[in-house]
């Protein structure tokens, strides 16, 4: 089954720099990767996703890219601010549900 | 229109009894899914339901965990002989049709503590 590696588990940094998270994963078949922001106490909410037919999509500050060849997929935000701080879940489509990473937690501080 | 729900948003229960968790999804969605998340940890998948059948319970952890679902609407997960092991969040998820490739929608949780 499907399996999905997810690097860095903490990243820290100052506001306005730029973030990147990077996941990987096993199975060729997948073909849909969403990217959920988890706030503290809150539940998971999708903030952007990609399909395997195409290679960037961005939105406002996000964006995600997928390497199909490679099997790996990166969240980008850019001119992060305090409110970015959480945890984010990349996740890829299985036979049936959503395999899901371990999370980032993302820390802005200003 | 509304999300989904769960119930009870926090359980508190003894070692060995039994609990059950609620999920209502969003109307009008077939597929519903149940989610574990330990303290800090991911997304444990543990059942996906297509309308009120199971064909994937392969996340399941064991025999003392079940749930069932009522034609296209409410999920009841159910856990017997509560362990600690058992404390974390129960997530429920819902979307349109399932199939694997649709955004899902999480409800708020139900936090799970056992004694």
């Known amino acids: 089954g499907e399996n999905v590696e997810q690097h860095p588990s903490t990243l820290s940094v100052q506001e306005g720099d730029s973030a990147v998270i990077k996941c990987t994963y096993s199975?060729?078949?997948?073909?849909?990767f969403p990217w959920y922001k988890q706030e503290l106490g809150k539940r998971p909410q999708l903030i952007i996703d990609i399909r395997s037919n195409v290679g960037e999509k961005k939105d406002q500050r996000i964006a995600v890219t997928l390497n199909k060849t490679a099997k790996h997929f990166s969240l980008h935000i850019t001119e992060t601010q305090p409110e970015d701080s959480a945890v984010y879940f990349c996740a890829a489509s299985g036979s049936t549900a959503l395999i899901f990473g371990k999370g980032t937690t993302l820390s802005v501080s200003s | 229109g509304a999300g989904v729900s769960q119930s009870p948003s926090n359980k508190v229960t003894e070692k060995g009894k039994d609990v059950e968790l609620r999920c209502d999804p969003i109307?009008?969605?077939?597929?519903l899914y149940w989610y574990r998340q330990r303290l800090g940890q991911g997304l444990e998948f543990l059942i996906y339901?297509?309308?009120?059948?199971?064909?994937?319970k392969s996340g399941l952890p064991s025999d003392r965990f079940s749930a069932e679902r009522t034609g296209e609407s409410v999920s009841t997960l159910t856990i017997q002989r509560t362990q600690q092991e058992d404390s974390a969040v129960y997530l429920c998820?819902?979307?349109?049709?399932?199939?694997?490739?649709?955004?899902?929608?999480f409800g708020p949780g139900t936090r799970l503590l056992v004694l």
């Open positions: 199975d060729s078949a997948s073909n849909y």
């Open positions: 998820a819902s979307s349109l049709s399932g199939t694997g490739e649709e955004t899902q929608y």
């Open positions: 339901f297509q309308g009120n059948s199971a064909p994937d």
């Open positions: 109307s009008g969605h077939t597929a």
